[in-house]
């Protein structure tokens, strides 16, 4: 009996933890006029990482136009509120999370993070004329011209790819060859789509990919087995720094003396610290690790005071809720979710952490609905990572 | 033990049918007690697929084994029913069935080797069979839709009834639901949950005494992978989108703190498990990152204090409040059996 009293006790405190853990409405939000704006974003398991960083951005975005005064939505001011749910990267968990900011907190705009959360939801938020601006580079058969309301705001790979491919080629003339790495899984195969249009776009033959498992410590039979077909040049998609880092150590000792590009990665710490000298020739698109402007060292210094930590892939990300919050100003509703919609894919934003931002893809995927912006990539010589071009995407005819 | 507590054993039997029809009473009450609220019934759907999953995998457990393969079988089903209806036309109905004898057919084969291993084993082997399902489903690309999944699944319609309402979903999962607690509960009672508790408790033993162990894990691991198939079913038609991922080892673990969260040794133990975690679960998803450590707290602090789970809270008030029975002996005795299966 007296274990079972504790046991109730111990649970009354945790209650009690989670009434103090979870978020209230900020102070004064009651009284404003306040437009909502759901998270659906993974906050725990394998891929929290740009679940946090995604939050992040949007809450402090939020923030900064809070403290402005609001959003102008013709003649009234609102204050963004941000609800933000965990749904751990699953798809069953996104639908449930989706239908609880939809239905009982009445949201009509959503931002998400991750493939497989992002697909859980557009069953749901599509019909509801959700607005929904997410990080996803594959499921391409889920975006286009039947997905009216989905903005997938980060830039893929493939756009990536005509930034960095122009660089790499004027920085490695000799390369005509290229061979592939990723995971095996959807990412990896929609990733190595991508890559083989952008092959064929800038004249490098393909030979081909070799998969590997998300567990995979040792990639040296991989790295072999890519390194007989002799290329010229190794891309890695969505492959994070350690697994690039493990790759670019198995090529350079294996004799490999090419570039290695990989688009995902996105900071150079983790390879330096595996690699040192053998990590030189490593290119990582869409990685601004110094930031070069004012406004761009403004925002590193707001997320440090903010959340202890600035995540570059958090400025990455910063853009999109004021690029929502200027469509709010452009369509004059938010409560019309087509208005908005039509109004952010003519959105032009400048001097973000990502320089100009705005939608494009009408050529290439049937709508304006995908993010495009300058492309900080940072090569690594001499055990340094430095910021070696800076480019928007130079975007191919009819795109 | 004294006459009170005689007679308030005796008459045990027709409180479990009063708590049984009152269960069924407030479930069928339910969607017009919260105004027929869309998001909390989707609680209460998932609720239903959680029950549904870690009840049959409880009768698993009854033969002493924990299969996590489980939710494999559940994605057998959900494929199943979902290709039925994608390929064939056919709804939900014929998917439901056929998900089920699917299920139960690779459930047999696969159960004759498995079920010879023990321990680490069968964990291991079962693991194995769990990603194997699911790497079939990822890599069959054409057929099953690879890791994409397979889209736009819609619920049936019987009549005039549309279950693409989410309240007439809820009744159809509810009936689900109740069919399988019902099927494992009674399963549980008559004289083959015995000899399952029996292997349970000494397969060697039983084995001696002339039952065929083989032949009764088998049935077990196939009626259980049967019911998870069927729950599949409805879950892919509820969702109207499965992709392998939905059916990894995960879904078996959680089934799994499920079954040891709300007890190991009556059918109750999985329902009771079921709600709790997930309605707690869903209470803490505003509290964002805490929520995984609240969670894990909750779990340590039930498995510290409650060892024989949620359904021996009412054991436990029972001997404390009405002081039955009252010699301590026996009292111990009893409480020693919580949490150590079934006697």
Redesign the interface.
Known sequence: ?R??L??VA??LV?LI??GA???GTPSGMIQDKVIKIGGAVP??GAV?YWG?CT?QAWKDGAEVINARGGVKVGNQNYKLQI????HKG???DA???T??LI??DKVKYIYNQAA?GT??ML?ISEPAKVLTSVACWG?L??YGKDFPYHFRSEMSDYEQGFAYMPFVKTKYPGIKKAAFLGPD??DG?DCYYSYQRLMKYYDVQDLGVEYFQWETTDFYPLVTKTLQKKPDMIITSPTPPGITASIVKAARELGFKGPVVSPGASETKTILEVCGEQADGVVLPVTLETPQTQSQKDLAERFKKRFGEFNLYAGNLSWWVYALAEAFTVAGTFEDTTKVADALEDVVLKDTYVGTARYAGEGAYGIKRQGVYDCYTMLIEDQKGFLADVRFPELPPGY | MNEKSKTLLRNRPSLVVLLWLAGIALLLAFPFLINQERYILHVAIVVFFNICLATSMWLIWSLGFVSFAHAGFMGIGAYTSALFFLRLGLPLWFGVIAGALVGALIAMVVSLPLMRTRAVYFFMASWAVGEVIKRIFAYYRGFFGGWEGLFRIMPPKLGPLDFANRTAYYYLAMVLMVLIVLVVYRLNKTRTGWIFWSIHEAEVLSSHVGIHALKYKVAAFTIASALAAMTGALYAHYHTYINPKSFDIWTSEFALVHIIVGGLSTAAGPVLGAVFLTIIDELLRPTEFYRIVIFGVILILTVLFLPGGLESIPKRLRLRLWKLPEDKDTQKSIAGAFGKGRK
């Open positions: 009996m274990r079972a504790l046991f111990g649970l945790l933890a989670f853990c979870s978020r906050l725990t929290a946090i939050d609800i933000t749910y965990d699953s798809t069953p639908q449930t999370v239908k609880r239905e009982q497989a697909i859980g069953e499921y058969e889920h899984d959807k195969y």
